[in-house]
C-alpha cells in the first residue's frame, strides 16, 4: 500500500518562508506526478502546485513567484519551498501524488495534511 506523508509546516510570521516535505512509501512503480493542495478553515481544498516527475512544474496565481516545488535527492520525496508567506497562505497542507502500482494500476493518494500558519 502507497502512502504519502508530509512533514514540515508550523507557526511563521508574515515575509517568512517553510518548507514542507512530502515521502512515498510503500510499493509502486513509479511516481508521475506530485502535488499540494491546502484547505483554509471555511473554504474548499484548493491546488498549490504540481511537479511532473522528469518534465515541468504549474503554479497557482497566488502563489507563483513565491512558492518553489522540486524533488529531493531521495526520489519519492517532494518539497513546497513557500517564500514570502502571506496570512492568506495559513491552512492545512496536503500533499497529492498520482502513481503507477505495482499491476500497472494509476492512482491518485493523498497525505495527512500539514499545517502551515502564518501571522500578520
Known amino acids: 500500500q502507497v502512502r504519502l506523508v508530509e512533514s514540515g509546516g508550523g507557526l511563521v510570521q508574515a515575509g517568512g518562508s517553510l518548507r514542507v516535505s512530502c515521502l512515498a512509501s510503500?510499493?509502486?512503480?513509479?511516481?508521475?506526478?506530485m502535488g499540494w493542495y491546502r484547505q483554509a478553515p471555511g473554504k474548499q481544498r484548493e491546488w498549490v502546485a504540481t511537479?511532473?516527475?522528469?518534465?515541468?512544474?504549474t503554479y497557482a496565481d497566488s502563489v507563483k513567484g513565491r512558492f518553489t516545488i522540486s524533488r529531493d535527492n531521495a526520489e519519492n520525496t517532494v518539497s513546497l519551498q513557500m517564500n514570502s508567506l502571506k496570512p492568506e497562505d495559513t491552512a492545512v497542507y496536503y500533499c497529492?501524488?498520482?502513481?503507477?502500482?505495482?499491476?500497472?494500476?494509476?492512482?491518485?493518494?493523498w497525505g495527512q495534511g500539514t499545517q502551515v500558519a502564518v501571522s500578520s
Open positions: 497529492n501524488g498520482n502513481l503507477v502500482g505495482v499491476t500497472g494500476r494509476t492512482s491518485n493518494v
Open positions: 511537479l511532473i516527475f522528469d518534465s515541468s512544474s
Open positions: 510503500g510499493s509502486f512503480r513509479r511516481i508521475n506526478a
